[in-house]
């Protein structure tokens, strides 16, 4: 009897552990869509949102590619429905301090041209936005450890030292800046609307699956 209870004990701390570690690698860089959106003066009820880049950054700035921008087969692709609050999952991604990706709205319902975003994200929860005017696409956002964002005409260069024209501390520690020369121009946020809000996923999940298994190895080798 004692040894059929061991079993169901080490049977279930075992599952609590892939459960566990299975949650680690389903995480999920998540996308919920605004409330409301306006583009060129009309409301916007639904359009296609494609991510068509993402790369996990480092503190000493490597980088891990998970999508290719080059890769156009592999975007991912998701019908959003402005104001319903279904959120998406876009793709699976291990935890970094800072991601980049690209990404572009064609808004459908009604039909307007599609605009184009490139982001980089200190944070873990977020606001992405787009401009009021579709005439204003492919500009760069940046989003600092607090979610703070600035809007930017050219691509900014990471760096561990602020070695730009104009330099954004992401962490507000001075251990990495997203760096930009003097032909970038500094876009005022009035320009920009709520698209959206993201979350990307943090190691909340390394200490039960650690803990996990120091229950499993003493459980299961106890007489």
């Not at 291990?94 to 980049?100: A, D, E, K, L």
């Not at 005409?153 to 501390?169: E, P």
């Not at 959206?196 to 999940?205: A, E």
Request: charged share 15%.
């Amino acid at each position: 009897m004692h040894r059929t209870k061991r079993i169901f004990n080490c049977f279930g701390i075992t599952l609590l552990l892939l459960l566990a570690c299975s949650h680690v690698r389903a995480d999920m860089i998540r996308l919920v869509p605004p409330i409301s959106l306006n583009i060129d003066g009309q409301n916007i009820n639904e359009g296609i949102f494609t991510l068509s880049s993402l790369s996990g950054i480092e503190l000493d700035l490597s980088e891990t590619e998970i999508l290719s921008l080059t890769n156009t087969a592999d975007d991912i692709v998701h019908t959003a429905i402005i104001g319903s609050g279904v959120g998406h999952d876009l793709l699976p991604i291990g935890s970094f301090p800072i991601i980049t990706f690209t990404y572009s709205f064609d808004a459908t319902v009604p039909d307007l041209p599609a605009i184009i975003s490139n982001v980089i994200s200190a944070s873990k929860l977020f606001t992405i936005s787009l401009p009021f005017s579709s005439s204003t696409s492919d500009f760069f956002e940046i989003i600092d450890v607090n979610g703070n964002a600035s809007f930017h005409s050219t691509a900014a260069v990471l760096d561990n030292v602020a070695s730009g024209f104009t330099n954004i501390d992401l962490f507000g520690d001075q251990s990495v800046f997203a760096t930009f020369g003097a032909t970038d121009v500094q876009m005022p946020p009035v320009n920009f609307q709520d698209h959206g809000t993201v979350t990307v996923p943090t190691p909340n999940s390394a200490w039960l699956s650690v803990f996990g298994l120091l229950l499993l190895t003493r459980k299961c080798t106890k007489d």
